[in-house]
């Protein structure tokens, strides 16, 4: 009888211990110290038909294991119960997880860091500005009055708050950079830009252009040149030639339109440059008197130069992207290719 209440204890420990469901743990309870047929209740019941001189001990020792299974449960009760929530709800830990999706930076992002890092490499610093504009800076300050025909060639988004639009350039950074700061300056700012224009594979409403301006005493369209020259070379490589044509800009006086030569063809001539050899990038130019006095600057003291460009432009050129809109689209099958 001993042997036997000894064996159940041992099977007990042994299937109460590998446990691991709160269900299972409640018929263990039931096999072992049920009210009715649980094996050591049996055995505690029958031991008044044992002999009298046997009766103390196996009482004894039968009561010892119910305290012990008893515990045995308790202990597995709590262990169960202190298991993370998914767990308890009969999450199975053995199966493959599913990965996470990791995130990038945008192809625009790329673009950017990189033109910014190019122009940190010769000292200029990061400016910035917001998207919501006055129409003082966006164009009184940058030497386009209300009645300048230039105006014409930005298709603005006015907003309903008098005087304020969409920023049509980031040049407007350049003009509160100049507010808060006496020369020299040497700062390039990036961003949104936004025009009424109907989307097709080469235009958007939303663009974004990285822009330039540097002015100190002395600077010269000769300064200009080498840092577009510095810009092409770090982009597309040594080889890269460029070339400036006239231009009007009403900010800039003279302006100018660079070309790269052509990254594709070395100038032979190609789709992509329309057998020209040549890709237009942008325009820069020196900087107006006019915009220097809107700034409190004086004009007969400095000079400068301002360059901007368009990085959707750019993207499209370096990754061979055909259609301006994939960069707003968020679709990620052209998102996660870069
Ligand atoms: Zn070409």
Sequence with gaps: MLDRIEEIRKDAEQAI???????ALDLLRARYLGRGDGMLTEILRGIGTLDAALRPKVGEV??????????LLEEARARLDSRPEAAQAGFDTTLPG?????GRRHLLTQITDELVGIFERIGFSLADGPEVETEYHNFD?????AD??????HDTFYLEEGGLLLRTHTSTVQVRTMEQMPPPVRVISAGRCYRRDTPDATHHFVFHQIEG?????GVTFGDLKGVIIYLAHQLFGEEVQV???PHFFPFTEPSAEYDFSCIFCKGEGCRVCKRTGWIEIAGAGMVDPAVFEAVG??????TGFAFGMGIDRLGMLKYGVDDIRAFLESDLRFIEQF
Excluded: M, Q, S
């Design 17 to 23: 211990r590998a446990c691991a469901d709160p269900k």
């Design 62 to 71: 039968a009561g010892r294991a119910k305290n012990e299974i008893a515990a």
């Design 98 to 102: 599913r990965r996470p999706a990791l």
């Design 141 to 145: 300050a940058l030497n386009t009055p």
């Design 148 to 153: 300048h025909p230039a105006r014409d060639l």
């Design 213 to 217: 301006l540097w002015v100190d005493k």
């Design 243 to 245: 070339r400036f044509r």
């Design 297 to 302: 600057y004086d004009p007969e003291a400095v």
